[in-house]
């Protein structure tokens, strides 16, 4: 494998993307290549379905078709970024008219892929809006969690609304190595070795850990996967 694609494959593998398309051929072939990319790839079947899906979750990317039923995908892209201004969305469109293109830019899009489209044209976009988001993440100082906490990357604080939650030595040190790389699932091993010191992979202690925060916060900021490990929930 390339080593670019490889590195950004490494980044994007644990991101999580919402697909909007309403053509069921279409959407199986594109589904197929953003699995390359994405383990979590959520698919909704027309904009109304994606709004509703992008309410209730939480995405890195969002990729959507433009002329759809109930809901097209410009009307759809209006309304996510009355909620989100920031997040990346790239859209899939056969239409290459000037106005198509303006309005898109004037909606606040990221990225334009024009049908029909192969593996290369979807992966240098995926490129481009994936490694801004994983550079982005590894430079700013504070980085917003869930629920109004916010982690001071340069300080080492955590902070909610103004307060700082008092942390012991192992809880700060879990904090600073879940934000090194804060769109990624970081495995026990580095984990156990970065906050005990050890290379045991020991995830009973890490999972204790976990526990204390929860119960201190009264509220989860960790999300966890058997085979990758752990990895903090962002506003």
């Given at each position: 494998m390339?080593a670019?694609?490889?590195?950004?494959?490494s980044?994007?593998?644990n991101?999580k993307?919402l697909?909007?398309?309403?053509?069921?051929?279409?959407c199986?072939?594109?589904?197929k290549i953003?699995?390359?990319?994405?383990?979590?790839?959520t698919?909704?079947?027309?904009?109304?379905?994606?709004?509703?899906?992008?309410?209730s979750n939480s995405?890195?990317?969002?990729?959507?078709?433009?002329?759809?039923?109930?809901?097209?995908?410009m009307?759809?892209?209006?309304h996510?970024?009355?909620?989100?201004?920031?997040?990346?969305?790239?859209?899939?469109?056969a239409?290459?008219?000037?106005?198509?293109?303006?309005?898109?830019?004037?909606?606040?899009i990221?990225?334009?892929?024009l049908?029909?489209?192969d593996?290369?044209?979807i992966?240098?976009?995926i490129?481009?809006v994936?490694l801004?988001?994983d550079?982005?993440a590894?430079?700013?100082?504070?980085?917003k969690l869930?629920?109004?906490?916010?982690?001071d990357?340069?300080?080492?604080l955590?902070?909610?609304?103004?307060?700082l939650i008092?942390?012991t030595r192992?809880e700060m040190?879990l904090f600073?190595i879940?934000?090194?790389?804060i769109?990624?699932?970081?495995?026990?091993?580095?984990?156990?070795?970065f906050?005990?010191?050890?290379?045991s992979?020991n995830s009973?202690?890490i999972r204790n850990?976990?526990?204390?925060?929860r119960?201190?916060?009264n509220?989860?900021?960790?999300e966890s996967?058997y085979?990758?490990?752990y990895?903090?929930?962002?506003?």
């Amino acid at each position: 494998m390339d080593a670019k694609l490889e590195l950004l494959i490494s980044i994007s593998k644990n991101m999580k993307v919402l697909y909007v398309e309403d053509q069921e051929d279409v959407c199986k072939q594109t589904l197929k290549i953003l699995k390359n990319f994405f383990n979590d790839a959520t698919l909704a079947k027309n904009g109304e379905d994606g709004l509703k899906k992008f309410k209730s979750n939480s995405y890195h990317i969002i990729f959507t078709d433009l002329e759809m039923p109930k809901m097209s995908g410009m009307t759809l892209i209006r309304h996510i970024r009355e909620l989100d201004k920031y997040i990346p969305i790239i859209i899939f469109s056969a239409h290459s008219k000037t106005e198509y293109f303006l309005e898109a830019i004037q909606s606040g899009i990221d990225g334009y892929i024009l049908k029909p489209y192969d593996f290369t044209q979807i992966s240098e976009v995926i490129a481009k809006v994936v490694l801004k988001l994983d550079i982005k993440a590894q430079y700013t100082d504070e980085i917003k969690l869930k629920d109004n906490f916010i982690w001071d990357k340069k300080n080492r604080l955590l902070k909610k609304e103004g307060t700082l939650i008092k942390l012991t030595r192992n809880e700060m040190k879990l904090f600073e190595i879940l934000t090194f790389y804060i769109n990624n699932f970081t495995n026990n091993s580095d984990i156990d070795m970065f906050v005990f010191g050890e290379d045991s992979n020991n995830s009973k202690r890490i999972r204790n850990l976990v526990s204390r925060l929860r119960k201190k916060l009264n509220i989860d900021l960790f999300e966890s996967n058997y085979a990758n490990g752990y990895r903090l929930k962002t506003n």
